[in-house]
């Protein structure tokens, strides 16, 4: 034990005072996971308004959602916070029972009071995951008088029409409803912001794991959670050590100085499969590689241009070379294994087709317009690609590099011209993808409503009609249509050059077992990880 914590002690104080990776260790302590990821989209968090990869699974690991499903069967729905629901006769309401005698990590106690707080203050705040919420009728000015508790356990969820009961329990899996610790967060209140000025930094949920700190671009540090009331974690601690490099992430994994390498390239991977002490581990994700081209731009605005880009990939190169073993090449807005996700693959590289096109668009000699590219190796190799390809038929592809905090906020202002990302669903019902990529109730710029078509400037109010529609569907086989309908229109008009679904891969040492590699980044799981 004493050798333990020496360990421990020392590679918590190497980590948080900045070590290089050049600093190494016997072995990573028995009682701590160490992870090297790229961490820098944080942006804050707060479960209101995490809404990037990192954040999710972090808050997917410290918080716990009214409902959950089973990441290797998503038709498996079950309560987490919540114990039992009911639906109304008329279908607007949902009836919620939380489960007793459970404890956030601070010791007070989890009541309906805390799960209606955690909702109406999502809500009302207003951040980016919002919509979640807001799309099934709630507004900052009604969602008091929607979201109701009805007793110290009990609590209403009204809703202004009938929306299909799956897909807003789906919803209700997603970070944002994530149920906080209302008498913490109140605690740290400044100008009745619900605590948000606090839980940007700060924590206050009853998952397996506490966030203990988070230094920006340095690392993220969970420790166990003693109040937790499931199984307790075998783990102590999970760190998360910022080192975007891929290389020196398998050098450190190779050496066992890190148990766990989340950004390894084609490369990486290929070279670790001979290792004896390390092990890969993958899972398909839902998340989307894309581009979004902003219709603000004078050149991005014409459709001939917008098809005439999708000719300007090299998909085959990017899945089979430089994302090999970790991407399949996947054009449609629903990734394969959702309700209605359309598997065809129309597009392909086609200079000529592309030339064509562009000449229809009266810019046959091309144009010249910028990307924002988050500055991590695989995204620069991608982005570099299209470059090249896009040389081809004389647009000039300016990349613009920076991280991924930098890039996300730029994009989410409108103020790029292609921002080339990375989308994955919030939820699994198909409505959640449906409902940004193909849906943009008002294209504003002070707009409440801020999904991808908006941040591209895609007025599509037809279109918007039509995911209404289809999200009260009764009927499955007739709403996957609709969805397939969706898609195609979006791959024949859209703003978006969509090319590839993720397959995640980890590079783990042999010791380490126990890790779920979930459909979404807030079902990666440590919780039962033992070394």
């Not at 200079?351 to 010249?368: Q, R, S, W, Y």
Request: charged fraction near 25%; aromatic fraction near 8%.
């Amino acid at each position: 034990m004493l050798h333990s914590r020496i360990l421990a002690s020392v590679a918590l104080s190497a980590l948080m005072l900045g070590a290089t990776p050049a600093v190494t260790f016997a072995e990573t302590p028995p009682d701590t996971l160490i992870q090297a990821w790229s961490i820098d989209d944080i942006i804050s968090l707060d479960p209101a308004e995490i809404f990037e990869f990192t954040a999710s699974e972090i808050a997917g690991n410290t918080y716990e959602t009214l409902i959950g499903y089973d990441p290797k069967n998503v038709a498996d729905i079950f309560g987490k916070a919540a114990e039992s629901w009911t639906v109304s006769e008329d279908g607007k309401t949902i009836s919620f029972k939380m489960k007793e005698g459970r404890t956030f990590a601070s010791g007070n106690p989890i009541t309906a009071e805390d799960a209606v707080f955690s909702l109406v203050r999502a809500v009302k705040l207003n951040k980016s995951p919002a919509f979640i919420i807001g799309q099934l009728g709630m507004t900052p000015e009604n969602v008091e008088a929607n979201i109701v508790q009805t007793g110290p356990m009990t609590f209403d969820f009204k809703m202004d029409k009938a929306y299909a009961p799956t897909l807003v329990l789906y919803c209700l899996t997603a970070t944002v409803a994530s149920v906080v610790d209302k008498k913490l967060a109140m605690e740290h209140e400044a100008d009745g912001d619900f605590g948000y000025g606090w839980l940007k930094t700060n924590y206050a949920g009853s998952g397996p794991f506490t966030i203990k700190d988070w230094r920006p671009n340095e690392a993220v540090i969970l420790e166990r959670n003693a109040n937790y009331s499931g199984d307790a974690p075998a783990m102590a601690r999970v760190i998360y050590r910022h080192i975007p490099e891929t290389s020196t992430q398998r050098l450190l994994l190779e050496k066992g100085d890190i148990d766990i390498a989340r950004n390894l390239t084609a490369e990486d991977i290929a070279a670790l499969k001979d290792d004896p002490n390390v092990k890969i581990e993958s899972g398909a994700k839902g998340s989307l590689y894309y581009l979004g081209m902003n219709q603000k731009n004078e050149y991005l605005s014409k459709p001939q241009v917008r098809q005439a880009m999708k000719y300007l990939v090299d998909y085959d190169t990017i899945a089979n070379t430089i994302m090999a073993g970790k991407v399949k090449v996947h054009q449609g807005f629903l990734p394969e294994g959702f309700l209605g996700a359309y598997n065809e693959n129309p597009f392909s590289l086609n200079i000529e087709k592309a030339k064509e096109l562009l000449a229809e668009a009266g810019v046959p000699d091309g144009f010249k317009v910028t990307m924002d590219t988050r500055n991590t190796p695989e995204i620069t190799a991608m982005a570099q690609a299209m470059q090249q390809t896009m040389a081809q038929a004389g647009v000039e592809l300016e990349l613009i590099p920076g991280d991924g905090k930098q890039t996300l906020t730029k994009y989410r202002a409108r103020n790029h011209d292609i921002y080339i990302g990375r989308w994955g669903p919030d939820f699994q019902d198909p409505h959640t993808n449906a409902s940004t990529f193909a849906y943009n109730p008002d294209n504003s710029d002070d707009a409440t409503s801020k999904p991808l078509a908006w941040r591209n400037a895609w007025d599509i109010p037809e279109l918007t009609a039509e995911t209404d529609a289809a999200m009260l569907e009764p009927d499955a086989d007739k709403r996957a249509a609709m969805y397939v309908d969706e898609q195609k229109k979006v791959m024949e008009a859209g703003p978006f050059v969509i090319y590839a679904q993720e397959i995640e891969v980890m590079g783990e040492r042999k010791n380490v077992e126990g890790v779920i590699v979930g459909p979404s980044f807030n079902d990666n799981n440590f919780a039962h990880v033992t070394k």
